[in-house]
């Protein structure tokens, strides 16, 4: 079946022709829509209407999207050029804080120009003034290296009763462990530790050798026990042994012949970001680098040699922080360092009057950025090296009298700073830290902190906590509230919980099984079964009372189980009142007392109320009559 369509007329829109009565419209003349009829326009100014409403309709439905009123100006299109030359042109004239405020003034009045403009003088943002005075503070602290020393809270951990001569501490600051002349190990947990500030584990790793140098890796599951026996221990995070280098032969001279040290161990250190290879140096005049997984022989054997070739011991070494430089403290006073990316025949840098000869160099330490080193020599200096420059020092500290052949210094962790403890001198109470500037190289400050040796000291960049080791077993941790981060502070705020102590007595039990049972001696229990059955005792495990309830065994279950039975008793409102009496032979028991001394009702009718009579029992039923 064929259906009509339905089709729709088209629709011409003519733009081309213009209406001629439109070009003599004058200003007094009404618009055409209020004429009754419409107005014809041309073909650029609809295009134009057309894009305005459009842009119109997309921004609004854009500012409803995101909840916005308004997108502010439109930034105005300049010539980087003519910026760049007019910047030019102004950067050599240093205007005062009067043309600041005009050139501030004059771009205030630029309304067109928004966006980011070249750098001059002239649009240097200025602080506002609600934080001019923070600014002020922060720039003044920035300045100030005291201000930077994180020593406004103390901490005190007591390792034992002899000097402490080795401390690290884990990259992620969760731990730190302390080495003894007393063979034992200390294991600190901050998260675990209580304000008593009690370590958890306490080992002794190599037996009757004095801990001389601890090392953690760079991922901090496994520590570096250099001590004095000629073998180095791996120990794992909770102080368990991994693995022991092998002692080498004593025999042979040359000691790239043998598989290890075959003297005493002075130093050690870990690869910066190699987890499995590690650094020691030891008096038979060798450095070694060893493999974690090659426990049977070391990987390169490397040799100090003294002036004139002979044989010199290293009394400490270390790696730089991106592992291309071993560096190295000899006895005879001098400073080797040698590539990691060549071969070890010859050294990289030497320096050999770097300090007393005869002297151990007890520690070599390179900052973070590399460029320095810092060495804390028995002669009682430290210095400082550049190493674009090593024949001479840049600066040397005097009069730092150290004792301990394991006495070291650090880098602050912005390298402004040098760090270093010293022994106690003779005359003197109580040995100090001091606090040296890199570039200035004045004293920043000195702390006072035990009347005993300072040995160890230990910066940490990411708690920016200090650990002082002492002569006297104590070790201890300086800390800002402000500008410190976990560590101690996790532990000062913990209280220490007393555990019950159990007393145990002993008594002699004679086993008697025939006796009488009259006679008979109980048997001996265990505590834990004793804990049982007086667990089972209400008086003894101190029972609360039951909760009230309708049942047996409540605490009013033998007078009844109501609330107010119980408030009438335990108030004290009235006498003991027996909950399955006869309520009326209760009242009766009162009357007669009632009677002879009224108290409530009775005295107040007395005068004006008759006697009262109360009616009397009826006689019994008459019996029914026929």
């Given at each position: 079946?064929?259906?009509?369509?339905?089709?729709?007329?088209?629709?011409?829109?003519?733009?081309?022709?213009?209406?001629?009565?439109?070009?003599?419209?004058?200003?007094?003349?009404?618009?055409?829509?209020?004429?009754?009829?419409?107005?014809?326009?041309?073909?650029?100014?609809?295009?134009?209407?057309?894009?305005?409403?459009?842009?119109?309709?997309?921004?609004?439905?854009?500012?409803?999207?995101?909840?916005?009123?308004?997108?502010?100006?439109?930034?105005?299109?300049?010539?980087?050029?003519?910026?760049?030359?007019?910047?030019?042109?102004?950067?050599?004239?240093?205007?005062?804080?009067?043309?600041?405020?005009?050139?501030?003034?004059?771009?205030?009045?630029?309304?067109?120009?928004?966006?980011?403009?070249?750098?001059?003088?002239?649009?240097?943002?200025?602080?506002?003034?609600?934080?001019?005075e923070d600014d002020d503070d922060s720039e003044d602290e920035d300045d100030n290296l005291e201000n930077k020393i994180p020593d406004t809270h103390e901490v005190q951990m007591q390792h034992g009763t002899k000097a402490v001569l080795a401390l690290a501490?884990?990259?992620?600051?969760?731990?730190?462990?302390?080495?003894?002349?007393?063979?034992?190990?200390?294991?600190?947990?901050?998260?675990?530790?209580?304000?008593?500030?009690?370590?958890?584990?306490?080992?002794?790793?190599?037996?009757?050798?004095?801990?001389?140098?601890?090392?953690?890796?760079?991922?901090?599951?496994?520590?570096?026990?250099?001590?004095?026996?000629?073998?180095?221990?791996?120990?794992?995070?909770?102080?368990?042994?991994?693995?022991?280098?092998?002692?080498?032969?004593?025999?042979?001279?040359?000691?790239?012949?043998?598989?290890?040290?075959?003297?005493?161990?002075?130093?050690?250190?870990?690869?910066?970001?190699?987890?499995?290879?590690f650094l020691t140096s030891s008096m038979d005049a060798t450095l070694r680098i060893w493999n974690n997984f090659r426990s049977k022989e070391q990987k390169i054997v490397i040799k100090t040699r003294a002036q004139g070739g002979l044989k010199t011991i290293?009394?400490?070494?270390?790696?730089?922080?991106?592992?291309?430089?071993?560096?190295?403290?000899?006895?005879?006073?001098?400073?080797?360092?040698?590539?990691?990316?060549?071969?070890?025949?010859?050294?990289?840098?030497?320096?050999?009057?770097?300090?007393?000869?005869?002297?151990?160099?007890?520690?070599?330490?390179?900052?973070?950025?590399?460029?320095?080193?810092?060495?804390?020599?028995?002669?009682?200096?430290?210095?400082?090296?550049?190493?674009?420059?090593?024949?001479?020092?840049?600066?040397?500290?005097?009069?730092?009298?150290?004792?301990?052949?394991?006495?070291?210094?650090?880098?602050?962790?912005?390298?402004?700073?040098?760090?270093?403890?010293?022994?106690?001198?003779?005359?003197?109470?109580?040995?100090?830290?001091?606090?040296?500037?890199?570039?200035?190289?004045?004293?920043?400050?000195?702390?006072?902190?035990?009347?005993?040796?300072?040995?160890?000291?230990?910066?940490?960049?990411?708690?920016?906590?200090?650990?002082?080791?002492?002569?006297?077993?104590?070790?201890?941790?300086?800390?800002?509230?402000?500008?410190?981060?976990?560590?101690?502070?996790?532990?000062?705020?913990?209280?220490?919980?007393?555990?019950?102590?159990?007393?145990?007595?002993?008594?002699?039990?004679?086993?008697?099984?025939?006796?009488?049972?009259?006679?008979?001696?109980?048997?001996?229990?265990?505590?834990?079964?004793?804990?049982?059955?007086?667990?089972?005792?209400?008086?003894?495990?101190?029972?609360?009372?039951?909760?009230?309830?309708?049942?047996?065994?409540?605490?009013?279950?033998?007078?009844?189980?109501?609330?107010?039975?119980?408030?009438?008793?335990?108030?004290?409102?009235?006498?003991?009142?027996?909950?399955?009496?006869?309520?009326?032979?209760?009242?009766?028991?009162?009357?007669?007392?009632?009677?002879?001394?009224?108290?409530?009702?009775?005295?107040?009718?007395?005068?004006?109320?008759?006697?009262?009579?109360?009616?009397?029992?009826?006689?019994?039923?008459?019996?029914?009559?026929?």
């Amino acid at each position: 079946m064929n259906r009509p369509k339905i089709s729709f007329g088209k629709i011409n829109l003519n733009l081309n022709k213009a209406q001629p009565s439109s070009t003599n419209q004058t200003e007094n003349d009404q618009p055409a829509s209020i004429q009754g009829g419409f107005k014809k326009i041309g073909k650029d100014e609809m295009q134009r209407n057309i894009e305005n409403v459009t842009d119109d309709l997309e921004s609004q439905h854009l500012k409803d999207v995101m909840g916005i009123s308004g997108f502010g100006r439109k930034a105005k299109t300049f010539d980087i050029n003519a910026e760049i030359e007019r910047a030019r042109k102004s950067a050599p004239a240093k205007p005062d804080a009067s043309d600041d405020k005009s050139q501030e003034g004059n771009n205030d009045d630029d309304d067109g120009t928004i966006g980011p403009l070249p750098p001059t003088d002239s649009t240097k943002q200025k602080p506002n003034s609600d934080g001019e005075e923070d600014d002020d503070d922060s720039e003044d602290e920035d300045d100030n290296l005291e201000n930077k020393i994180p020593d406004t809270h103390e901490v005190q951990m007591q390792h034992g009763t002899k000097a402490v001569l080795a401390l690290a501490g884990d990259p992620s600051g969760g731990r730190v462990v302390s080495g003894s002349i007393d063979y034992d190990m200390c294991f600190w947990d901050f998260a675990g530790m209580d304000s008593s500030m009690r370590s958890f584990r306490t080992i002794q790793p190599c037996e009757n050798y004095p801990i001389r140098a601890l090392h953690y890796s760079v991922t901090g599951d496994m520590i570096l026990v250099v001590s004095g026996n000629s073998q180095a221990k791996i120990l794992d995070r909770d102080g368990f042994e991994k693995m022991e280098c092998v002692k080498g032969d004593q025999y042979i001279t040359d000691m790239t012949k043998t598989k290890g040290h075959t003297a005493q161990l002075t130093a050690g250190c870990w690869h910066p970001f190699t987890r499995e290879e590690f650094l020691t140096s030891s008096m038979d005049a060798t450095l070694r680098i060893w493999n974690n997984f090659r426990s049977k022989e070391q990987k390169i054997v490397i040799k100090t040699r003294a002036q004139g070739g002979l044989k010199t011991i290293p009394s400490s070494c270390t790696y730089n922080r991106d592992a291309t430089l071993i560096a190295a403290g000899c006895v005879d006073g001098s400073i080797q360092t040698w590539d990691t990316r060549k071969m070890f025949v010859n050294t990289t840098h030497c320096a050999r009057n770097a300090h007393q000869k005869g002297s151990e160099i007890s520690s070599i330490v390179f900052s973070y950025l590399g460029h320095q080193i810092a060495t804390r020599s028995c002669d009682e200096t430290m210095k400082l090296w550049d190493l674009r420059s090593l024949k001479t020092c840049l600066h040397a500290w005097e009069g730092l009298f150290s004792r301990y052949d394991t006495t070291d210094c650090c880098f602050s962790p912005d390298d402004r700073m040098l760090v270093t403890g010293e022994s106690l001198p003779k005359g003197q109470n109580e040995a100090n830290l001091h606090f040296f500037d890199t570039q200035t190289f004045q004293s920043v400050k000195t702390i006072p902190v035990t009347t005993s040796h300072i040995i160890k000291t230990l910066w940490h960049p990411k708690l920016n906590q200090i650990f002082v080791g002492c002569g006297n077993g104590v070790v201890k941790c300086y800390y800002d509230e402000r500008r410190s981060f976990r560590g101690a502070k996790l532990c000062v705020v913990k209280t220490y919980r007393k555990k019950k102590h159990t007393e145990m007595i002993g008594v002699t039990q004679i086993i008697t099984p025939h006796a009488l049972p009259m006679f008979r001696q109980e048997k001996s229990k265990s505590s834990r079964k004793k804990l049982e059955k007086d667990r089972l005792d209400p008086v003894k495990s101190k029972r609360p009372d039951l909760p009230i309830t309708s049942g047996q065994g409540g605490r009013v279950a033998s007078s009844g189980g109501t609330l107010s039975s119980y408030v009438i008793r335990n108030l004290g409102l009235s006498k003991r009142v027996d909950d399955d009496q006869d309520p009326r032979e209760a009242i009766l028991k009162y009357a007669k007392d009632a009677a002879e001394n009224p108290y409530w009702v009775a005295p107040a009718y007395n005068k004006t109320q008759p006697k009262p009579i109360f009616s009397e029992e009826p006689d019994a039923k008459k019996p029914k009559t026929e």
